[in-house]
């Protein structure tokens, strides 16, 4: 009866598994930030749009009101690029992220890969260490079965 198969690296391979789950879930939450971020600036364009959109349609308008008017715009617009600059910062890091991951997810398929490849040696193995006990015992009892 064949023994049983017992990886030596499986401790290694585990904790190569718990490093790929850690980087899914750093991953998932860049994108997390990233799409949070994304909506807020398209909140900041449509606030804006919105705000041009009531500047026109005034009818009177005072010079101290194109004053806060033209104030409230100039601070959408930097909080627009500055939204912009955070948006390609966070894609930056779900780049990195992702590079991560396929690194990780890399290094537990080669382990995984070896694990596998030293099983079938080893039932392969096993296998020709049951067959020529077979034999071996067919042999003898041929041989004493005729003497």
Known sequence: ???AFKFRLQRVLDYRTQ????AKIALAKARHEQQAQADVLADLKKRLEVHETKLYA??????DDIWL???YKDRLQFDI?????RLLKLAKKVSRCRRE????SKDRKLLEKLKTNQAVKFRVEENLKEQ?????MATLRYQYGNV
Request: charged content about 40%.
């Open 1 to 3: 009866m064949p023994g």
């Open 19 to 22: 490093l790929e789950e850690q």
């Open 58 to 63: 005034e009818k009177e308008l005072t010079v």
């Open 101 to 104: 991951l396929v690194a990780k």
């Open 69 to 71: 008017w033209r104030l």
């Open 81 to 85: 690029k500055a939204a912009e600059s």
């Open 132 to 136: 020529s006990e077979s034999d071996e």
